[in-house]
């Protein structure tokens, strides 16, 4: 496994199996189960605490991810960011270079979900402007009877930022894994059309 690199340094390992992303942020609101779900996708399902504290800074994953139908893997690190306002100026100055986004909401909160619009301007200003690939996860989807926000309103304003989206319970540790192997896909299929252009590009 080659050392850690940001999307932008693909070049100097192109012709290499595996590879790796050096950032994907994790944020939302505070409480909507961003930590929980990193946590759960970093020990492959055998850890939900059903006790925890709220994160007051920025804590730091790593996961391997085999890419199916692949002889290639990703490795994801991920930055499990607070999502409390007073915290956030603060975390964002660790976010570093952004390759790919999950962005994070409570299917039981309205407000929530809302506030995913703040947060999309936050990582676009953080990143210039530039468009950060990623996921929209729309979690604690075993509380269905306090579902404030419906599947087809979020998956419209998902497919409306570029982004993919999925629903999961950390609780139950249902489909907890889809959005993050949908992110190393996607950086997957990055780095085969950067391969590809290089390619393109050399001489004979």
């Known amino acids: 496994m080659i050392s850690p690199c940001t999307q932008n340094s693909i070049i100097s390992f192109c012709l290499c199996l595996s590879f790796c992303v050096y950032v994907r942020v994790s944020v939302g ?20 605490q059903k006790n925890y504290s709220m994160t007051s800074g920025v804590e730091l994953l790593m996961k391997c991810v085999n890419i199916p139908e692949t002889n290639d893997s990703v490795e994801l690190y991920i930055i499990d960011s607070a999502g409390k306002q007073t915290l956030v100026e603060a975390c964002e100055k660790m976010w ?10 409570d ?19 953080h990143c210039q402007g530039r468009h950060v690939p990623g996921v929209l996860v729309g979690n604690k989807s075993d ?10 309103i979020a998956q419209d304003w998902a497919q409306s930022q570029g982004l993919e989206y999925h629903e999961t319970s950390a609780k139950e540790m249902e489909n907890c894994d889809a959005p993050l192997l949908a992110l190393a896909r996607t950086f997957h299929a990055l780095y085969q059309e950067r391969r590809e252009t290089i390619q393109n590009l050399s001489p004979g």
């Not at 759960?40 to 850890?47: W, Y």
């Not at 570093?96 to 909401?105: E, K, N």
């Not at 509380?143 to 087809?152: D, G, K, P």
């Open 107 to 125: 299917l039981t909160s309205e407000q929530s979900f809302a506030n995913c619009s703040h947060w999309m301007e936050r990582v676009r200003a």
């Open 143 to 152: 509380l269905s009877a306090r579902r404030e926000v419906q599947a087809s």
């Open 29 to 48: 609101d505070a409480a909507v189960g961003k930590s929980a779900l990193s946590h759960i996708f970093h020990s492959d399902g055998s850890l939900f």
């Open 96 to 105: 570093g270079d952004l390759s790919l986004l999950c962005l994070v909401f």
